[in-house]
């Protein structure tokens, strides 16, 4: 489903972007995700996070999706998928 969730400034995934740096459930069947952006200051950062929120919690074994927003380690371009970089052109 992150797959499903793209920064509307960068026509990539957040996945393959490398935003996503830990996810983990627990015996709740709740999601919990630790995740970036590639600036702090991302103007889409509310919009993300409920577009993570929104399409983790439709999945039918889900019962909620915990977004935790990271810093550290800072976001490079180095985390992104062979693929993001494809397509963003930096291969």
């Given at each position: 489903?992150?797959r ?11 996945y ?12 709740n ?5 630790d995740?970036t ?5 991302c103007?889409?950062s509310?919009?993300?996070m409920e577009?993570?929120r929104?399409k983790v919690?439709?999945i039918d ?14 976001w ?10 494809l397509?963003l052109?930096l291969?």
């Open positions: 489903m992150l499903t969730v793209y920064d509307p400034e960068i026509p990539v995934n957040i393959d972007l490398g935003l996503v740096y830990n996810i983990e459930v627990d015996d069947m709740c999601v919990h995700i995740m952006f590639t600036a702090p200051s103007p889409a509310e919009f993300i577009d993570v929104m919690e439709s074994e889900v019962k909620s999706a915990d977004i935790k927003f990271v810093f550290e380690p800072e490079n371009q180095d985390m992104m998928s062979e693929e993001a970089k397509e052109g291969l």
